[in-house]
């Protein structure tokens, strides 16, 4: 089946800090991946995505490497902001599938 | 702003009671999404319409019912409330049948 695992947050970091937050999924044939955030009392919003194998997802100065191998697509940022305090959602779609299969979200706490 | 937009923001009513939430989706978008966001069940997929015709349902209890008009507009309701149905429900559309989908800022609905 499909399903993706996200690691249970929160995370809390300090400005400036590395981000990462671990994203594994299990799919049938090669889905497309997906990160999404939702700030505080908005909708998600698409931060990023990545097609196939190999191709690395990059918006905001957040990354996230389709590791096949792995079936990881990790999300990282080099140095978190206050302003990037939110939930985040990683997603996939399975290839030629219409529904979305999402984890359970992380919040990300980031103090000054 | 993703272009899709939802009406009502806030919702309050009593349990039993039945109420319509409303979506518009992107211009040009032919797809609409319905999702729950619970504390407690996190985002669930509910059902998805392609361009007025439902193409794939998920977790939607049968007290719940969708449609696309022919302007693309879609309208969820919910009947005979419960107390579990305070959420946060989510339309979201996309260009076609499947790929990325863009988020609209919700309806928030609280059972009394």
């Known amino acids: 089946g499909n399903s993706v695992t996200q690691m249970e947050g929160p995370v809390t970091l300090s400005e400036e800090a590395f981000l990462t937050i671990n994203c594994t999924y299990t799919a049938t044939g090669y889905p497309s991946l997906f990160w999404y955030v939702q700030y505080p009392g908005e909708g998600l919003q698409l931060l990023l995505k990545a097609t196939k194998a190999d191709d690395k997802g990059s918006n905001k100065g957040f990354e996230a490497t389709y590791r096949k191998e792995t079936t990881s697509f990790h999300l990282e940022k080099g140095s978190v902001q206050v302003s990037d305090s939110a939930v985040y959602f990683c997603a996939l779609i399975p290839y030629n599938f219409n529904k979305f299969y999402f984890g359970s979200g992380t919040k990300l706490n980031v103090k000054p | 702003d993703s272009g899709v937009t939802q009406t009502p923001k806030h919702l309050i009513t009593a349990t039993g009671q039945r109420v319509t939430l409303r979506c518009s989706p992107r211009s040009g978008d032919l797809s609409v999404y319905w999702y729950q966001q619970s504390l407690d069940q996190g985002l669930q997929f509910l059902i998805q319409?392609?361009?007025?015709?439902?193409?794939a349902k998920g977790n939607i209890l049968e007290r719940f019912s969708a449609q696309q008009f022919p302007d693309l507009h879609s309208e969820l309701n919910l009947s005979s409330l419960e107390l579990g149905d305070s959420a946060l429900y989510f339309c979201a559309s996309s260009v076609g049948l499947f790929g990325e989908q863009y988020f609209g800022p919700g309806t928030r609905l609280t059972v009394t």
């Open positions: 319409y392609y361009n007025g015709e439902e193409r």
